[in-house]
């Protein structure tokens, strides 16, 4: 059981990329799925959350401007990211947990698995 997280990349402010999370050795039909991310100096924050009944609930932060998604196997997840800004540089990481089985998407060490992570650099 695997998670691998891809898609990110060096973007001019404004510009957009989509990050994906593809799983391996399961699908994502009973879990839900978060990303998160880290800038140097800072703490891991949550970003967006994706529930196997496909609702969604996004970090203020990113409202408006990211989406996250299934894909129609339900193997893989996406986070598109629009308007991208300087400040969302940081290191984006995915992770799964079952779904209701957390209290809280934001919190980490509520997740069963992760995965690595990609780097999103937002400069001009």
């Known amino acids: 059981v695997q998670l691998q997280a891809s898609g990110g990349g060096l973007v001019q402010p404004g510009g957009s990329l989509r990050l994906c999370c593809a799983a391996?050795?399961?699908?994502?039909?009973?879990?839900?799925v978060g990303w998160f991310r880290q800038a140097p100096g800072k703490e891991r924050e949550g970003v967006s959350c994706i529930s196997s009944d496909d609702s969604t609930i996004y970090a203020d932060s990113v409202k408006g401007r990211f989406t996250i998604s299934f894909d129609n196997a339900r193997n893989t997840v996406y986070l598109q990211m629009n308007s991208l800004k300087p400040e969302d540089t940081a290191v984006y990481y995915c992770a799964a947990v079952v779904t209701g089985d957390y209290n809280d998407w934001t919190t980490w060490d509520e997740y069963d698995f992760w995965g690595q992570g990609t780097q999103v650099t937002v400069s001009s």
């Open positions: 391996s050795g399961f699908t994502f039909d009973d879990y839900a």
